[in-house]
């Protein structure tokens, strides 16, 4: 796995996304779905598990708005009110670019809306979706699928999780601090990447994701800590953050700034908010870019991220190349018991199969003969005739009538009895 001094890399020094390095992992990445799907058809889908990237913090850290700088869109519900609170699962599927145009859309496979090319919808049916949990749930562990084609994009999966909280509200579950907690847990299991969002306003020590992180990667091995809101803290204070010599991670931490203009009604792009962050992370040049070399920017998190999933991805070969050799042999083994070494041709395969399916066909056509038959129409026609019977019966329009006659001759009946002194149920029975 690549260590930090591998990437501290300056605003600067960082290329346009779709450098050559980019493409090198869109490369691997696609190959490796390949390789995955294979293995998903013959039985083997958990020989490949490809990493995804797990984004965890506490409530309003700024998750959201990361995970949008990774992607290059706003799309996700952001603001200051506990919106996430079902797991978005963003599925970033790679597309090739048809000429000059950029074929970029959404889907949601779950609801049926097709193809949809517009992020402001997107975002919204994702705010209605979170915000449909109701509030005495606080939140549901029902993930929302989200899939997103651009030629823009590598091959990822990316998973935004409600916020950690302190305390639960008047009107939240008591039990919602637990609820978050293993919810975070069930997705920041291995081989996923975590991305620890801790606000820089707030004390590391107090980070919910810092500590969920370590117990479960405690070298900190796939845990990269990003620290935002660094505009809401003194340049130096950020830096001495950023440093990691307090809570050290071995892939380090990385700040951003993902501020909003502030300017309602406003609506800026990811570009000019990544911008801004920028502009801030150069006006403090001698703390950011001094001696210290420390990760800013969110072109550095995103070039840092593709390193850590480039050395997981290699990581994890190994495992697919023994799984592939493992189906091979037993390729090899069914393919000696079934056919002893023969040699076949296409033309002999299907004459085989043929042969079997004739030979099962006449199976079938023995268990099916004349008294099964019988037996089954008869069957049909008895259901039938009671289900004729049972409606002509209630279509009668005489059926008040004869109810009518039937009690008033029980009524007789008894009448008759209590007269003569009788006893018993029969005559009764009879009458009706
Ligand atoms: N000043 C400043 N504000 C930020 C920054 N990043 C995010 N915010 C604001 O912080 C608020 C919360 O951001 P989100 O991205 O929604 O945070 P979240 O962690 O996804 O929130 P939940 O999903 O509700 O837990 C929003 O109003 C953002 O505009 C930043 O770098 N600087």
Known sequence: MASPSDSKVTIEETDDFSSSNQNGLMHLTKKLIEIRTMLLSIDQSDALKLPSIVVIGSQSSGKSSVLEAIVGHEFLPKGNNMVTRRPIELTLIHTPANGTDAVEYGEFPGLGLGKITDYAYIQKTLTDLNLAVPSTDAISNEPIDLRIYSPHVPDLTLIDLPGY??????????????????????????????????????????????????????????????????DLVP???????????????????????????????????????????????????????????????TDTLRRRLMEVLESSMASSLHGITNAVQLELEEAQY????????????????????????????????????KPAVREKLKGMLDERVMDVLEQLYWSDKRLPEFTALGESRVRAEIVGREGDGREGGEGIGRAV
């Open 165 to 230: 909280v302190q305390i639960a509200s008047l009107d939240q579950p008591e039990t919602l601090k637990e609820k978050i907690t293993a919810l975070c847990e069930k997705y920041i299991r291995e081989p996923n990447i975590i991305l620890a969002v801790c606000a820089a306003d707030v004390d590391l020590a107090n980070s919910p994701a810092l500590r969920a992180s370590r117990k479960v990667d405690p070298l900190g091995l796939r845990t990269i800590g990003v620290i935002t809101k660094m």
């Open 334 to 369: 069914q393919f000696k018991v079934q056919y002893n070494d023969r040699r076949i041709s296409p033309e002999s395969y299907v004459a085989e199969t043929v042969d079997a399916l004739k030979a099962r066909f006449k199976e079938f056509t023995a268990q099916f003969r």
């Open 235 to 297: 340049p130096d204070q950020g830096a001495t953050i950023l440093s990691g010599n307090r809570y050290p991670l071995h892939l380090g931490y990385v700040g951003v700034v993902c501020k909003p203009s502030g300017k309602k009604g406003r609506k800026e792009t990811i570009e000019v908010v990544a911008r801004r962050g920028d502009d801030y992370f150069r006006s403090n040049r001698e703390q950011f870019y001094g001696t210290g070399h420390l990760m800013v920017g």
